[in-house]
């Protein structure tokens, strides 16, 4: 059992009815439909699928920026936020201390506190003194994303969403950057919801692993299990995608998914993954698989998971 739950979701869905669908009541976008996780203090969960997948919604719900259609979520404590495109969540006209003492402010924390937490917060994310005088395009792509992270860890939350913190980045800070997203986490204790469409980033930064497709989490568990045990086709399928971490998955069979995600209409039953999984019977295309238990730590929505040959 995992202690110090600090983020329950709990049977979430979010379904987004267009104009033209308000007529047609059955066409809507279900973006996420009933998903459950749970995040505990100082752990890192990773979401990962591609794009479209839900992963952008479920964070804002987690946020509470959206208001899920049913399901509820309990937090324990504050959440921040990081998102793809640092330059994007910083006013380009006001300097970066600027942008770091607005929400303190509006926390109602003084000019002189404010200070305090400043600078001690920007010497926490590495990020030079000299630099909160300078205007957002004065900065690189990383540093900026480190003013988002400051900004994120000023106010002490204990869980951070990081939506796609380092796809926007040269190649070269990538790494640097989940490197000290790291150290960051052990030093304070931090939990991450971490989301990428990126595998190999997702397992190296997480404990434990959630692969979503259609709004729906496909296969979920410890990061070993779901990456060197993985029971769901999808997850076969995203696997193919990346090059092997360890020797001993070099001789993983490549399974390559060709076309788009399907529509994500009300009306669709099913297995959200049955159009393009090479294992679909009849019963995939007409009855929505349930979510099976296949050890401790680790879940599938698959009528055929662990018996597959991979
Ligand atoms: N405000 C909205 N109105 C209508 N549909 C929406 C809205 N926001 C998202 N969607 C739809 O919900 C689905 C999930 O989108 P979402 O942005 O959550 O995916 P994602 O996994 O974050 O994708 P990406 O990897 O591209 O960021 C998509 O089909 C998207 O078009
Ligand atoms: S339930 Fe069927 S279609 Fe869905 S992933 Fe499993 S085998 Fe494939
Ligand atoms: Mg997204």
């Known amino acids: 059992m995992r202690d110090n739950i600090l983020l329950t979701v709990d049977h979430v869905s979010k379904f987004f009815y267009t104009e033209r669908s308000l007529r047609k009541s059955n066409q809507y976008v279900r973006a996420v439909d009933d998903v459950s996780l749970t995040i505990a203090q100082g752990e890192t969960l990773g979401l990962v699928g591609e794009s479209g997948s839900g992963k952008t919604t479920l964070a804002r719900i ?54 305090d937490i400043i600078l001690e917060t920007a010497e926490r994310v590495n990020l030079g003194k000299e630099l909160l005088d300078r205007f957002p395009h004065e900065l690189s792509g990383g540093q900026q994303q480190r003013v988002s992270i400051a900004r994120a860890i000023m106010l002490k939350p204990k869980l951070l969403v990081l939506d796609e913190p380092t796809s926007a980045l040269d190649v070269s800070v990538q790494a640097q950057t989940l490197n000290e997203l790291l150290d960051l986490q052990e030093r304070f204790g931090l939990a991450y919801l971490f989301i990428s469409h990126n595998l190999a980033v997702v397992r190296y930064m997480s404990d434990r692993i959630s692969v979503m497709y259609g709004g729906k989490i496909m296969e979920q568990g410890d990061a070993a299990s779901v990456y060197s045990g993985y029971k769901h086709p999808y997850t076969l399928s995203l696997l193919s995608s990346v090059p092997p971490l360890h020797p001993r998955d070099r001789d993983r069979k490549k399974y390559i998914l060709s076309g788009d995600m399907p529509s994500l209409s009300g009306d669709q039953k099913g297995c959200r993954f049955a159009s393009r999984c090479k294992f679909a019977d009849e019963k995939c295309f007409n009855e929505e698989p349930p979510v099976m238990s296949l050890g401790e730590d680790h879940t599938a929505a698959c009528f055929h998971a662990g018996n597959l040959e991979f």
């Open 62 to 115: 987690i946020l509470g920026l959206l208001e899920p259609t049913s399901g509820s979520i309990s937090l324990d404590g504050t959440v921040g936020a990081v998102f793809q495109d640092p330059a994007s969540s910083l006013n380009p006209r006001t300097t970066i201390y600027r942008s770091l003492e607005r929400p303190l402010e509006l926390h109602g924390i003084k000019k002189k506190d404010a200070r």
